[in-house]
Nanobody, 117 residues
Framework: QVLLVESGGGSVQPGGSLRLSCVAS????????MNWVRQAPGKGLEWVST????????TYADSVKGRFTISRDNAKNILYLQMNNLKPEDTAVYYC??????????WGQGTQVTVST
């Protein structure tokens, strides 16, 4: 069974940091590109970042570039998102779908990130 489980969310003040994790199971993790996608309250899905499966090349949305870092540990089947200098507009449920953007085929349940004073 293919499974993705996100964790690490929480409440933090503006300027704070969080590290999200996504534990993958049931498939060969290092063969897939992985992503972070978020959904703010009342809004649609927003792509945040992608890391590819071969050379771990990373790409970021302009809204998070320079503040967020995506990484992966293929030995442990874990995807990470280090989030620094968080802003209220980063408040959202964060997901780690499998596959290339536009072709996601598996989603986790998400983890809530709330940034407020």
């Amino acid at each position: 069974q293919v499974l993705l489980v996100e964790s690490g969310g929480g409440s933090v003040q503006p300027g704070g940091s969080l590290r999200l994790s996504c534990v993958a199971s049931g498939f060969t993790f290092d063969r897939y590109a992985m992503n972070w996608v978020r959904q703010a309250p009342g809004k649609g899905l927003e792509w945040v970042s992608t890391i590819d499966s071969l050379d771990s090349k990373t790409t970021y949305a302009d809204s998070v570039k320079g503040r967020f870092t995506i990484s992966r540990d293929n030995a442990k089947n874990i995807l990470y998102l280090q989030m620094n200098n968080l802003k209220p507009e980063d408040t959202a449920v964060y997901y780690c779908p499998r596959g290339w953007p536009g072709a996601y085929d598996t989603w986790g349940q998400g983890t809530q990130v709330t940034v407020s004073t």
